[in-house]
């Protein structure tokens, strides 16, 4: 059934039909309403989840830790600063392999102060083993949630998962969202039942001190699952088009790129734009195609290389800045792309809220496609930003 | 429970790792095996997951968890989320020092605290951050040297005096708060006890010497805490619903000094400042325990002699 | 360049020692880095500090796995430590033991001198604390640095922190020890096996490194696996009950931090497991009728 809803209330529902076990909660703007949904789905008994109203975002994540290491299935969700005050539990939950499930609401992290969509908070927890998805509308949102728990719960994976959507472009707008049956949702995730937890039946010792004749191993291990995650990725997105009948292509996406001489790589609701804006170019007959960034990590290096060998030029729009010249997106997509020799052009925009218009994503393909053909054009272009000349 | 009713076996077993004479390892040995198997532990960054676990060995039989410092109240309450949705009957404890409970950890005790979350919470209180070489913490008494208030020629150890955690905690209406003293085992065996029959936010302080902390003899661990709580520095007493009531009354109140010079964190104590803990001792009796029949604090005893230990032994350990 | 590893136990000074090796080193201009090994043990848990001596700057930063010179602060450590490992042939071993070097068996026959530390130090300081007098013999056996650098640079660093009289103590428990050092060559006839190590590869460690209780090839792991850490040889006086002045109150039993005194139900009888027994003291001092005393763990 189409309901028509915010991006936070797809993600409240998505997290309800997963049939989460354990929600510790702390509100941030944008996304208090993902758990104020969540309190009144629960306070009205239509959710058997124990609601924990916690006083820090720290404590959401110890909370969370504490709850999935004991074996239960837990969701929450933050934003920006939120995140950034629980970063140290963020860390300390992925190689402990806590399959949490939180969703990122999209937020400029101060300073400046802020509460507009930016990338700069998520991006920033790229190290710690985290699996991040960016979507792209409200069902996508919803979708991401229940993909999100098959993915983390998945025995070669068990690690945690972040699905990012953008503060307000998606968190408070509402558009029509198909909500899957209870029942569909159930015979495509199973409840959460890990091999080893806090069981006073087989005790366990979790999180140990770690001298340095076994520390390399773990991170090894964890950097094996981040790994693995990519093959699951692709196979959860399989299974659930199956079932549900909708493809978001696993790790990236690609639109209109079967003939295209350029590409630009988006994240996020960009993406949605920009669909349009390569409709229009393509009509005046210009060889444009978008591939989509889903997964941030695992970052689908080989699966960009594939989709953008034969470019003449790619661009890459990131939503924030690194301090290093360009943005994150940008740093790990020539990376992935080292040995090839097409000119990667790095568009920042919308950053802090900033809108991107169609206008201006065309502006970007411009300046890609002028790369292309051997034109002279930065390396890393401030879009819009006053002072700063193309 | 009487003493001889105690389980035999070790939950929290042999061969841990930490220093001899240990208060904390004693008072976490004793409480895990009053509650038994049925429980699960959060022990935050502190001396006790390094004793307690070193990988791939670990001293406890029940469940432990670890992630971080300052987060114990929330941590428990996240595990007996899980337990309680899950209809397991699981006790979960939390073993905090006194930096995770009256500094860092603060707020997230706070919080499950305020929220009567349905776990005990224990403060190991050896008076300053031991596992990191002995630094300040909000529990440190007055005079004490740590590394970071040091005897200085122009100032001596610590200028501030212990936070009275007691009635922090208090504050937040909690069904059930305890101090205890390794020193005194009935009172002990019995405080847990009830700990261990009650629901709800149950919050057990417990008085663990540190033999390095506090530069003393470690065969004098239990000596020293029971003149800690013979001189006013260290109060027996339980808040239930509100109600606040004394559970040990010294006989006759010994001089403050008698303890601090057991211990090299003290002895360095000029005449004034010793004069000065001791008003904040009688200060503290006076206002908060002070009821009929019990010492008035001015009312001192000379010092045991204590008995049992070799002159060699003394020797050795420089005293 | 000349590399020195020290074995001692927490709180025994070997950082300190290590420490005050390179001072002198310095004193007779030579570039010298000492740093310790962190691990994560309490007081009286085996520790190891290093120094290394050269003439020019010293650029590696890695631990020392072919020593010229071990020295060993506590011979109790010759139990469970295999302290001549790496150890070059023409090397040396300075070590605190009441023995000739003739009569210490290092399962190596090698260059050593020995010294009573415990002894000078109860003597000249009033206390344990063997770290200076060690260097003494130090100077004595390897001759890398002299007695008068040693001296200099204990009380340079002892009287900073501690105060200049017990700096000159000091000083004179390093000279006590250089002259009773007795030098000779060790045994050679028991080599001590390194304990086995569990070492899983990544795909074999347990999934986030959570262990439920097992055993593997090198012993117990996981849940209650700390068993497998025998800790008596950090224990200098252990606990030696008298069965008829026992009253069986379990005052001790209840007490010990360890919890290695066991009741024998069937017998209605105490015992202490002197494995896991670190020698505290709280027992003997606890014991309302005197049943316990405690003595040298060692003798």
New interface residues.
């Given amino acids: 059934m189409k309901h028509v809803i915010t991006g936070d209330h797809a993600v409240a529902i998505g997290a309800k039909l997963c049939r989460v076990e354990v929600v510790p909660a702390y509100p941030i703007t944008p996304q208090t309403l993902i758990i104020e949904h969540i309190a009144e789905f629960v306070n009205d008994g239509e959710m058997n989840a124990k609601f924990m109203t916690m006083e820090s975002e720290h404590s959401v994540m110890s909370a969370a830790a504490g709850a999935s290491a004991a074996g239960a299935r837990v969701f929450t969700a933050t934003s920006s600063q939120g995140l950034a005050f629980m970063h140290e539990m963020v860390y300390a939950t992925a190689p402990l392999r806590l399959p949490v499930v939180m969703v990122n609401v999209n937020r400029s992290l101060s300073s400046p102060p802020g509460i507009w969509v930016e990338y700069n908070d998520s991006m920033g927890e790229r190290d710690s083993g985290w699996l991040q998805v960016y979507v792209e509308d409200n069902q996508e949102a919803l979708d991401m949630v229940i993909q999100s728990y098959r993915i983390a719960e998945d025995k070669r994976v068990l690690l945690p998962i972040m699905p990012c959507l953008d503060g307000f472009v998606l968190s408070h707008t509402v558009e029509p969202v198909d909500v899957p049956d209870e029942s569909l949702v159930d015979s495509f995730l199973s409840p959460y039942e890990p091999d080893v937890y806090l069981n006073p039946e087989q005790p366990a010792v979790i999180g140990m001190l770690m001298p340095p004749q076994y520390f390399m191993e773990m991170r090894r291990q964890t950097a094996g699952a981040v790994e693995a995650a990519k093959e699951v990725v692709v196979e959860v997105n399989r299974e659930f088009a199956k079932v549900f009948g909708r493809d978001y292509g696993g790790l990236i996406d690609t639109y209109r790129m079967e003939d295209a001489q350029i590409a630009l790589i988006t994240i996020g609701t960009v993406t949605s734009t920009a669909r349009k804006v390569v409709d229009d170019m393509r009509n005046e007959g210009k060889k444009v195609g978008i591939v989509k960034l889903r997964f941030f990590r695992p970052f689908p290096a080989e699966e960009l290389r594939a989709a953008l060998s034969g470019m003449g030029a790619v661009g890459v729009i990131d939503r924030s800045i690194s301090y290093n010249g360009g943005g994150p997106i940008f740093s790990e997509v020539r990376s992935a792309l080292y040995g090839m020799t097409m000119p990667v052009i790095n568009h920042l925009a919308g950053i802090g809220g900033r809108d991107v218009t169609e206008n201006l994503i065309m502006t970007m393909f411009e300046l890609t496609l002028e790369a292309a053909k051997g034109g002279k054009v930065k390396e890393v272009i401030w879009h819009e930003t006053r002072g700063e000349t193309l | 429970m009487k003493?001889?009713d105690?389980p035999?076996e070790?939950l929290?077993?042999?061969?841990?790792?930490?220093?001899?004479?240990?208060?904390a390892?004693?008072s976490i040995?004793?409480t895990i095996r009053i509650f038994g198997?049925?429980?699960?532990v959060?022990v935050p960054a502190s001396?006790a997951?390094?004793?307690?676990?070193?990988?791939?060995?670990?001293?406890?039989?029940?469940?432990?968890?670890?992630?971080?410092f300052?987060?114990t109240?929330?941590?428990?309450?996240?595990?007996k989320?899980?337990?309680?949705?899950?209809g397991?009957d699981?006790t979960v404890i939390g073993f905090a020092g006194d930096g995770g409970t009256y500094d860092i950890g603060l707020?997230?005790m706070?919080?499950a605290a305020?929220?009567n979350d349905d776990v005990l919470y224990i403060c190991l209180d050896n008076e300053a951050y031991m596992n990191t070489g002995i630094q300040r913490s909000g529990g440190t008494p007055f005079g004490a040297w740590t590394t970071t208030t040091p005897v200085g020629k122009k100032t001596q150890g610590n200028r501030t005096f212990k936070k009275n955690l007691a009635e922090i905690v208090a504050a937040h209406d909690i069904p059930y708060f305890a101090t205890l003293s390794?020193g005194h085992?009935v009172d002990f065996i019995r405080k847990v006890e009830k700990a261990k029959s009650m629901k709800g936010f149950r919050f057990l302080h417990m008085f663990t010497p540190c033999?390095?902390g506090w530069k003393m003899?470690?065969?004098?661990?239990?000596?020293v805490t029971k003149l800690a709580v013979e001189s006013g520095m260290w109060t027996l007493f339980e808040i239930e619903n509100g109600e606040k009531k004394i559970t040990y009354k010294p006989q006759k109140m010994k001089r403050v000094k008698d303890y601090l010079m057991m211990q090299g964190r003290f002895r360095h104590m000029s005449e004034e400042d010793i004069k000065k803990l001791q008003m904040w001792v009688c200060h503290k009796w006076n206002l908060n325990y002070n009821e009929k029949g019990a010492p008035g604090v001015c009312e001192i005893e000379p010092p045991e002699e204590?008995?049992?230990?070799?002159e060699?032994?003394r020797?050795?350990?420089?005293l | 360049m000349f590399e020195v590893r020290f074995h001692g136990r927490g709180g025994q000074g070997a950082v300190m020692a290590a420490q005050t090796l390179a001072e002198a080193a310095v004193i007779e201009g030579n570039y010298a880095v000492a740093f310790p090994f962190f691990g994560a043990e309490r007081r009286g848990a085996p520790v190891l500090a290093f120094t290394r001596i050269d003439s020019g700057k010293i650029y590696s930063k890695t631990q020392v796995y072919t020593p010229d010179c071990v020295v060993v602060l506590d011979d109790s450590l010759l139990d469970t430590i295999d302290v001549v490992a790496g150890l070059k042939p023409d090397g040396s071993v300075v070590i605190n033991s009441k023995d000739a070097p003739t009569d210490i068996d290092l399962g190596m026959e090698v260059h050593t001198g020995a010294v009573n530390a415990t002894s000078v130090a109860l003597e000249i300081l009033k206390a344990p604390i063997t770290n200076t007098a060690i260097l003494g013999a130090l100077a004595k056996v390897t001759g890398i640095v002299s007695i008068e650098s040693i001296e200099a640079a204990i009380k340079r660093r002892f009287g900073e922190k501690l105060g200049e009289k017990i700096g000159e103590r000091n000083a004179v428990a390093a000279r006590t020890a250089y002259e009773r050092t007795v030098t000779g060559k060790s045994m050679g006839v028991k080599r001590l096996e390194q304990k086995k190590q569990w070492l899983p590869t990544h795909q074999e460690l347990p999934v986030g490194g959570a262990l439920v209780a097992g055993k593997t090839d090198a012993g117990l792991i996981g849940p209650g696996s700390f068993t497998e850490n025998n800790v008596s040889g950090w224990a200098t006086f252990r606990p030696v009950r008298d069965r008829e002045k026992c009253t069986m109150c379990l005052l001790c039993w209840f007490y010990c931090p360890e919890g290695t005194i066991v009741r024998i139900s069937d017998k209605g009888d105490l015992m202490t497991n002197y494995d896991y027994c670190k020698g505290c003291g709280i027992c003997a001092n606890e014991c309302p009728v005197d049943a316990i005393k405690m003595v040298r763990a060692r003798v």
């Fill in positions: 003493l001889k105690l035999d070790n929290f077993t042999q061969g841990h790792t930490a220093c001899p004479g240990c208060g390892a004693m040995r004793n198997k049925d429980t699960a959060y001396c997951v390094v004793f307690g676990t070193t990988f791939p060995l670990a001293a406890w039989k029940v469940p432990f968890f670890h992630t971080a300052e987060n109240g929330a941590s428990i309450a996240g595990m989320a899980a337990y309680e949705v899950k397991k699981v707020q997230s706070s919080g305020e929220r390794i085992p033999i390095p003899d470690p065969a004098k661990t239990v000596e204590h008995h049992g230990v070799t060699e032994h020797e050795m350990h420089g």
